[in-house]
């Protein structure tokens, strides 16, 4: 399975945009890029995902590197509620296996009020 | 409504205890999913369901035995579980197992095995 890397942690203020890289050097042609955060005490929730193109929708942007070997999850003003752990994940495109939802470690993220 | 509920919310179980957790959602999704997550760990898949049917098992032991009687239920029947497996067990929905589909998580069973 093509794996991520993500830092452990990352600190940002209240009201300022946060970028949470992730790295995936083996990522294959077919594989999309997933993010879910899982906030305390709750059930992971999805964020976004894409293959080749940035993304946007009303929670987050996500920006991919031209290579596909890196992306960075971009939300652009954070709030104390965003402070969760970010799952950066690899999603084949067909169905059983190759599209399961294997998460890493994640990167937690703080906001400072 | 995009809520996946689960009950109950807290377990606690002796080791010879037979207990189940009840997963429900009314998204019409197709897709159920099991998930463990331990303390300060990431969620780990266990089971997978599309159209009522086992799709995926994860090597997981038979102590933990998945039903999922129609599109709408999910259960989760434990037996003979041993203290490490206490964790918070997920259950997920989603339209269909393709990365097209996000799955809805819900809150969470808190296992506390005795």
């Known amino acids: 399975d093509a794996k991520t890397t993500q830092p452990n942690s990352m600190e940002s203020n209240e009201e300022e945009p946060v970028h949470l890289p992730c790295n995936h050097s083996?990522?294959?042609?077919?594989?999309?890029i997933h993010w879910y955060r899982q906030l305390p005490s709750q059930g992971p929730e999805y964020v976004i995902h894409g293959l080749t193109s940035n993304v946007n929708n009303r929670m987050a942007s996500l920006a991919i590197a031209e290579d596909r070997k890196s992306s960075t999850l971009i939300l652009h003003r954070a709030t104390l509620r965003d402070a969760a752990v970010y799952y950066c994940i690899l999603r084949g495109p067909y169905t059983g296996a190759n599209s399961k939802l294997t998460f890493g470690k994640g990167i937690t993220l703080s906001v400072r009020p | 409504d995009t809520e996946v509920t689960q009950t109950p919310k807290h377990l606690v179980m002796g080791m010879t205890n037979k207990k189940s957790l009840k997963c429900e959602q009314h998204?019409?999704?197709?897709?159920m999913y099991w998930y463990k997550q331990k303390a300060k760990k990431p969620p780990e898949l266990m089971f997978v369901y599309s159209y009522e049917k086992l799709s995926i098992n994860e090597s997981v032991p038979s102590r933990f035995s998945p039903e999922c009687p129609n599109s709408s239920l999910l259960n989760l029947h434990l037996h003979a579980l041993q203290p490490e497996d206490s964790a918070l067990y997920l259950c997920a929905s989603s339209q269909g197992t393709t990365h097209y589909y996000e799955q809805y998580f819900g809150p969470g069973t808190r296992l506390t095995v005795t």
């Open positions: 998204m019409g999704h197709r897709a």
């Open positions: 083996t990522i294959s042609g077919t594989d999309y």
